[in-house]
């Protein structure tokens, strides 16, 4: 709610399919500009670093947000 007062536009899309490439597809479709991605891993390490975060951060044509 607060986010739309401010004119951000927020959307939750859902794809089947491998998880990397399905964002980065998702991101191109519909001109996303920021993706926020929340993993929970027990070693800090692997939630910066994770296979699949590392991956979306260097190929996104966006910026990617991990939490």
Same mark, same amino acid.
């Given at each position: 709610? +607060?986010?739309?007062?401010?004119? /951000?536009?927020?959307?939750?899309?859902?794809?089947?399919?491998?998880?990397? *490439?399905? $964002?980065? *597809?998702? /991101?191109?479709?519909?001109? /996303?500009?920021? $993706? $926020?991605?929340?993993?929970?891993?027990?070693?800090?390490?692997?939630?910066?670093?994770? +296979?699949?975060? *590392?991956?979306? *951060?260097e190929?996104?044509p966006?910026? $990617?947000?991990?939490?």
């Open positions: 709610m +607060d986010a739309a007062k401010k004119g /951000i536009s927020i959307e939750l899309l859902f794809a089947v399919g491998n998880p990397t *490439k399905e $964002v980065i *597809k998702a /991101i191109e479709e519909h001109s /996303i500009q920021l $993706v $926020v991605i929340e993993s929970l891993r027990e070693k800090i390490s692997e939630i910066f670093w994770g +296979d699949e975060v *590392k991956y979306l *951060k190929r996104a966006c910026e $990617v947000l991990t939490i």
